[in-house]
């Protein structure tokens, strides 16, 4: 401006002037005016520079700082001097002037190009470290289902906030996001809010669901607590099942019932286990979902899913997967469980893979690595090291284009041990039931192999077979690549033909009852499978064991003999191990293993390519 008003009145002294002007008086002009306003140019422009890089260091991230400040629980406000004359004096106005100014510059920049730095945010008096912040909340929910996974992604990739801005996007972010969050695998904890405090109740747990105590409770007498909660928990699971139940659960405060006991039963993972598995059945029903999440439900899953232990940790990524809306399409019901992956990933999945079970197995221990010398897992390194579910661990990390997923389901050798011995189930139920269920997970919709365990694979066989026949799940036959079958009794078992012998000793459940080579159901259904597969042309690898295997301390038994486990097609490969731990690899680069792998990888090839 001053430069301005000394060219003006030059301008009109020279333009008024009657006598021509001089040549050494117009550059003396000049001169002067070169004088005055150089040194006022060359100060603002010093001024100018050093607020620039003054605000660029006030932005910059001192990471040991933050490392520090991580370490802390206060609270944070912001700091603002008592001192009247610091902000009233000229450089601390020139600075606020010069920031507004770059603020204004950023908005309408923002509004140019269309980033999501708006007015909303141009006209809030923010500290500029806030800005991240508030800019990924906005976009969390946006109407751009793109933008607001980006947005996820990035709250969850954030590991230099102070405490009190983990608590921010915590109380500030909807459902959706809060969500989202606990499904990111590096996601900090911070991010949930803890549980809401419960109120006190008196001596009691679920045995009093609804109440504080029930007169029968005496009856009790010296049971411990632990194992009638279990026993409670088993009825709920059950309750669970069925969707107006789930609703009566949520209306009589079972949500925070459910919580309290889990807190009370830190050191019983079976007891968490089971109510993690209820609330995994409640997730189910999308109208639940808001419940769930605001009794505190989320914070206790975001911390399970993080366990080393991988029942843990996989019960409560089914939950999650459950409640996970914006990225799973499929339902993961009751005993259906993901080894892989776990967590929101941009690895695009190709393929997947199935673990059934057999007789007295499980979703996770059937598939354990074999048991070793304590001392050999102490010389183990870190690849080496125990898994206790081989699939998840080795598998994943080979082929981590694959979907894994494991299932579960009661089976019992004999009646007198059947938690309801009236509800005995037949293989052909089980299957009808497990197909089910693996449909709601979206099985058949990518190319699959299914790896089987003893009965499993009899499992297998009914489902394929059934699946043949309805139009329906056409998918899950085409989509069929190939099988594994872990010492699979196609024509019967020792087992079975032992326990007819001593029936009225023990009792043998309908499972064990069908296993008998003289078993017209067996019969047929092998007929129906090799006609049905060899049509299919499926690849088809057979393990056996050639080592008999002890049950119990009295009773020794070769369980499948390997003219059992003789399919009629594909690979037949005797194992020197029993029945119980031909699906347990001692190590990674066993040929158990490694020949595992080698199928699944050449069976799967072209659809891993593509």
Known sequence: MSLATCCIICC???????TPPKRDLCWKDIRNIIKFTGPLILGGSLFITYEVLALKKSMTLDTQVVEKEKLKSYIYLDAVSLDKRENQGITYQARKELHKALRKVLATSAKIFRNPFDDHFSAVNLEDHEYGLWMLLKKSKSEDKMVRLEAVKEMAANHYWHDYQYRTVAQACDVRTVIGLARSKETDLRFFLPPPHLPSVKEGGLWCFGGNGLPYAESFGEVPSATVELFCLQALVRHSEIATHCDK???NGGLQLLQRIYQLHKDCPKIQRSIVRIIGNMALHEHLHSAIVHSGWVSILAEAAKSPHVVQASHAARTLANLDRETVQEKYQDGVYVLHPQYRTSQPIKADVLFIHGL???????????????LEIGKASDEECYTQCWPKTWLARDCPALRIISVEYDTN???WRAKCPVERKSIAYRSHEL???????GVGDRPMIWVSHSMGGLLVKKMLVDASKKPELNSVVNNTRGMIFYSVPHHGSHLAEYSVNVRYLLFPSVEVKELSKDCPALKELHDDFLTFAKDKNFQVLNFVETLPTYIGSMIKLHVVPVESADLGIGDLIPVAVNHLNICKPKKKDTFLYQRTLQFIRETLAKDLEN
């Open 360 to 374: 007295m197995g499980a979703a996770f221990k059937t598939w354990r690595q074999q048991d070793c010398d304590k």
């Open 249 to 251: 659960i949520e209306a």
């Open 435 to 441: 197909l089910r269920k693996l449909r709601a997970a």
């Open 413 to 415: 050798l004999s009646d």
């Open 12 to 18: 009109r002294r020279i333009g008024t002037s009657t």
